[in-house]
């Protein structure tokens, strides 16, 4: 991408920072004890930042200052471990950062950058330096997202004590369309497989506008026969027991997984009673008609688009965030994949 583009898109992300903080401070607290929190937050924007923001909204020039690359002992280089220093703050390059983010240049603080960065860069996809890119990170290791879920310091823990001298890819060699994705399996052969697909189905080709606040219980209607649901396992009060619907908690819970994938924090979430074998523990999302649900807020600045696939078995959610064109661009691709896994299990 050069420069101008990124200029242009970063912008447009910039100014939608602040916003996303404000739609978290206002969402209502429930008590329950899966309540999740915004996690990679560690300080205030400051008025400054959010200034910034209002001028690029308006799409005013920001001036841009003199480099500062020629000092950057001042601002401190290449990342060192110390454990009395967070990780992240090891792995951030605040020059790679400022000079590589123009929507940025009016702030000179290196702590400040920091700040923008854990507060909204890492999740807008940002890269911390020139070798380290947490979505491209979380994406292209399963087994770190795995093992680490959503505590995203582990992730620049595990990079600088292992990932970097082991190759691990850190950064997209291409950029993919979607900001967050996992994928679990399931039995075609067992009755639940019907619940995993119809929610699946219902989920597929949901748009969330910023700001915008996601139910996975209503997106999937009411488990009954009327809405085409079937017997299933599911658990209560920690036994396993059969009810209609059951088996729609593993779409849920992939959701949930490619939200952790998307630094996506959810709203509502809860973990069944019992265990499962479709994510790793405690990564689920159980569903309860009118009891437990999932759900979350777009926080970010564009559109959000879901995308699901059920083919032989294999569940997908992809999450992607776009202008209305691009969306539309990705639904196209996605319709055209879905009618060719159509021909191909039909023959």
Known sequence: MTGKGRAKVYRYAAAGCAAALLLGAAAPVQAQPDREAEGQAQTAVS???????????????????????????????????????????????PVYYYE????????????????????????????????????????????????????????????????????????????????????????????????????????????????????FSDTVLSRTYENGYVLGPSFAGGRLVVSVGGGICQTSSTLYMAMISAQLPATERHSHSGLVDYVPYGMDAAISENVKDLRFTNVFSRPMLITVTTHLGVLTVKLHVGDGEELARIWADHLLQEAAWERVEAS
């Open 47 to 93: 008025q400054e930042q959010t200034a910034v923001g209002q001028e690029q909204a308006a799409g005013q020039e920001i001036p841009v200052p003199p480099t500062q690359s020629a000092d950057p002992g001042a601002w401190g280089s290449a990342p060192v471990v110390d454990t009395a220093i967070p990780f992240s703050r090891q792995v951030f390059d």
């Open 100 to 215: 590589t983010n123009e929507d940025l240049w009016a702030i000179r603080d290196p702590e400040m950058l920091y700040s923008h960065y854990m507060l909204c860069g890492a999740r807008e996809g940002r890269s911390a330096s020139a070798d380290f890119n947490l979505r491209a990170y979380i994406i292209q290791n399963r087994d770190l997202l795995n093992a680490f879920g959503k505590d995203y310091e582990r992730y620049y823990e595990h990079y600088l004590l292992f990932g970097r001298g082991e190759g691990r890819p850190a950064l997209f060699e291409e950029e993919p369309d979607y900001v967050g994705t996992y994928t679990t399996f399931y039995d075609t052969t067992q009755q639940r497989a019907v619940n995993v697909e119809l929610s699946a189905q219902r989920v597929n080709g949901t748009i969330l506008q910023p700001g915008e606040e996601f139910s």
